[in-house]
C-alpha cells in the first residue's frame, strides 16, 4: 500500500482530455516538489513532469502538471492510442525519509 | 546523451546476495547529481532502493536499509547494488537512474533478476 494514492485505471476516448490524480499527505507531497512518469508496456520508466509542472525536452505539451496542497495532477490532451500506458507519480516523504511513488494508473485509451 | 545500462545474473537463489552494476555513458558520475536504484516486482508498482552521490553519499528506503549496500566506482563511470538475503519477494525488474534532486531523469532499460533454488 503506497502512501500515495492513485486512481487504478482512467479511461477516455482519443482526442480526448484525462486527468490522473495523486494524493498524498503533508510529508510527501504538501512540502515536496512531484514528478511523473509514464511506463509503455515492457519498458522503463520516462520522466514526463518534474518539479511539480516542468517538462523535460522533448515532452510535448499535451502532458501537464499541477499540485494543490497535498494532491497532484497530470492532465493529458488530445489523447493518443500511444499513450496507453501506466503512470506514476513520486516525490519524497520527509517522515519516512525515502523516496516514495504512487501505485500506479493504467489509461486506457479506448 | 545520458545513458544507463544495468548488468548482473539474472537469477539468484534464495537467501544469497543480488549484484548489478549499472554502466553510465555520455555522462560523467564525478560530474553531479545522485544515482539510484528502483525496482518493479512483476505486475507491480514501482519501489526505489537507494541512490549514491559520486563521493560515495549513500541513502536508502528504511524498508531494506538492512540487506542494501550501493557502491560506485568512478574510475569505470558505474555504480552497483547489493542485496543480501534475498526473497522471492525480491524477485523484480531492477531499474538503475539519474537521480536529480527531485526526480529521476534518465532509466536504464531494466533487468529481470528472478529468485528460484
Known amino acids: 500500500q503506497s502512501v500515495l494514492t492513485q486512481p487504478p485505471s482512467v479511461s477516455a476516448a482519443p482526442g480526448q482530455k484525462v486527468t490522473i490524480s495523486c494524493s498524498g499527505s503533508s510529508s510527501n507531497i504538501g512540502n515536496n516538489h512531484v514528478s511523473w512518469y509514464q511506463q509503455l508496456p515492457g519498458t522503463a520508466p520516462k520522466l514526463l513532469v518534474y518539479d511539480n509542472n516542468k517538462r523535460p525536452s522533448g515532452i510535448p505539451d499535451r502532458f501537464s502538471g499541477s499540485k494543490s496542497g497535498t494532491s497532484a495532477t497530470l492532465g493529458i490532451t488530445g489523447l493518443q492510442p500511444g499513450d496507453e500506458a501506466d503512470y506514476y507519480c513520486g516525490t519524497w516523504d520527509s517522515s519516512l525519509s525515502a523516496w516514495v511513488f504512487g501505485g500506479g494508473t493504467k489509461l486506457t485509451v479506448l | 546523451q545520458v545513458q544507463l545500462q544495468e548488468s548482473g545474473p539474472g537469477l539468484v537463489k534464495p537467501s544469497e546476495t543480488l549484484s548489478l552494476t549499472c554502466a553510465v555513458s555520455?555522462?560523467?558520475?564525478?560530474?553531479?547529481?545522485?544515482w539510484g536504484w528502483i525496482r518493479q516486482p512483476p505486475g507491480k508498482g514501482l519501489e526505489w532502493i537507494g541512490s549514491?552521490?559520486?563521493?560515495?553519499?549513500?541513502y536508502y528506503n528504511p524498508s531494506l536499509k538492512s540487506r542494501v549496500t550501493i557502491s560506485v566506482d568512478t574510475s569505470k563511470n558505474q555504480f552497483s547494488l547489493k542485496l543480501s538475503s534475498v526473497t522471492a519477494a525480491d524477485a523484480a525488474v531492477y531499474y538503475c537512474?539519474?537521480?536529480?534532486?527531485?526526480?529521476?531523469?534518465?532509466w536504464g532499460q531494466g533487468t529481470l533478476v528472478t529468485v528460484s533454488s
Open positions: 537512474a539519474r537521480h536529480v534532486a527531485d526526480h529521476f531523469d534518465y
Open positions: 555520455g555522462y560523467s558520475i564525478t560530474s553531479g547529481y545522485y
Open positions: 549514491i552521490y559520486h563521493s560515495g553519499t549513500t
